[in-house]
């Protein structure tokens, strides 16, 4: 069933997800970048559309001529736009990873007979899928879910490279963590609870409580959750360091009479020390931790790597792919779900499940059961 | 023999000149900071005098009234002060550190006939005094200084505590360190060479290369010299990383369209974490290892705090009883050399290198030799 998909955001993931769309379906992929477009258009079949995406107008004049809309536009404008997508009546996959809660925007999806599926990523998202399947199936006691994007190499000080901009990150490192702790939500620190864990291959990783559970947390009635991120050890420290000595501050600060943010300035420093070179390998891992009643633990893992011969990142076709295989259950009308439909409800289809892992299988992203 | 002088400089050390001088001279203090000269005339018999000493007329209007000038300015004016002073024909003694070559000013304080005392603290200062001394004697192969001035507290993540502006300290962090090896200076970059040292009550130190042989560099005939700043193990790290990630730069960077030298943002940030309490407990902590051809190594250990009786704190005694031992020297017409004088000249004056080990001595500041 082949759709007219209209992709938002050709950045690192929305150009992966344009290019894996492009084989089965009709692709437009807009960006306010044309360099992007042009970069994209000479390698896929898909047609480029320049947009200043976060004009309101402009974005709902164009969004009349598809079937399906994948929006992957940077965090700090991912509400808005989904507001406008639903607004105008389309099915959506989004995986802007925007903070907002997308519930508050139910009713108008249900009004709009709209299935608008949100973090529709590796993690929040095929981790999302995988504890949804579990849970149609038995009771839950736990989940722990372990997630990071790295480097193969190692640079001091910091040992990391974004996949997105470094203020994203610098917001994911100052945002508490929401975590479950018997039933009962709870908020820790941002960073905190570091613990270290061992990878075959990798080595020794560093996670510390994240803000990742998000919808879990009120989709899904499980005990203890929690989300960690996964970072060269050493990364943590430097990062404390930059938050203790106030570098991330988003409060205004008088330097020589001129007002600064420091977050703003970090990451500006950061942005050419983090960014990930177009040829320079990175992972993707990804570790899931299920207790069970009745099994005990089940765990799954995945690793991934950049793929060489395309050039995508792992981060890219980690993120990327979960959300091609979605629109793929989108195109041919397997959710029937409406409303905003976080990835748990759609592992809870078993057929589903496997239509994900499958399609993600096909692409060599291989999910490890443990 | 009781003199007129000006201590020019009001801060930390600069009042604790003043209040030590005022014993036995007629002391006048400058500063432009009315509320530092309150504080000093409420409690020592001092004078006051509000001034801009960064205005020449101003300053020069006021110097013909004085028998000795004490300069205890901050080091970015240093320079220009000492040469209106060696100008005005007056004696000096200068701890401002500028980063300048006081040789320079030679021909100009010759021609005047003025006696300029130039980096007469603690380190430089009492340390040259001591290498001085000795240079005198004996033939000497390697002079080792290691200094550090530090809080008893020691916070997160930075251990530390300025005595002066943290835009002083991040200059020493950035400024490559100029050592001798083999009879060759040889530039180092800064924060270079970290060792661990451990010292009674303390513990363990970490020293790295800086740059303060200054005056040594040229007037001492020695193989082998080298400075080191002591901290608390972890600071270097941390200073590294803000290096490292281009915190100290000093180049401008456009951040939403307002340009910034992320240096100023750092030395702003770390103003109040760095500042140093008025009743917070610190120490000031000297080692110097020479080494002779004759005896072998010789030490010498310094180790002061603070003096909760008048609030000194251990830096501001260390330098500032240097400097007015050396005041004394000079009211005393005990010290014949005109022009730039650094403080290795007067130690070679064993009548005098014995004067300032006393005077230092009466103050309860006591050099072990190990």
Known sequence: MMKEILVLGSGMVGSTIAADLSDKHSVTAADKDEYKLIKLKNTYPVKTLKLDIFNKQALTNELGDYDLIVSAVPGFMGYTILKSIIESGKDVVDI???VEDPFDLNDLALSNNVTAVVDCGVAPGLSNIILGYHYAKEKIRSFKCFVGGLPFARVYPFQYKAPFSPSDVIEEYTRPARIKENNVIVTKPALSQPELLNFNKIG??????????????KTLDIPDMSEKTLRYP?????????????FFSTEDVIVKDIKVKPADLTSKLLF?????????DEFTILLINIETEERGEISYFLFDVRDKQT??????????????????LLAEERIRRKGICPPEYLGMDEGNYEYVLKYLAERNILLEKL
Do not use: P, Q, Y
């Open 311 to 328: 050039g995508f990142s792992s981060m890219a076709r980690t993120t990327g792919f979960t959300c091609t295989a979605v629109v793929n």
């Open 204 to 217: 020794t990783l560093e996670a510390f409580n994240s803000d990742g559970l998000r919808s879990l947390l």
């Open 96 to 98: 802007s990873f925007f």
């Open 234 to 246: 050493g990364h943590l420290d430097v990062i404390r360091i930059l938050r203790d000595a106030g």
């Open 272 to 280: 050419d020390s983090w960014k990930l070179g177009d040829d320079e």
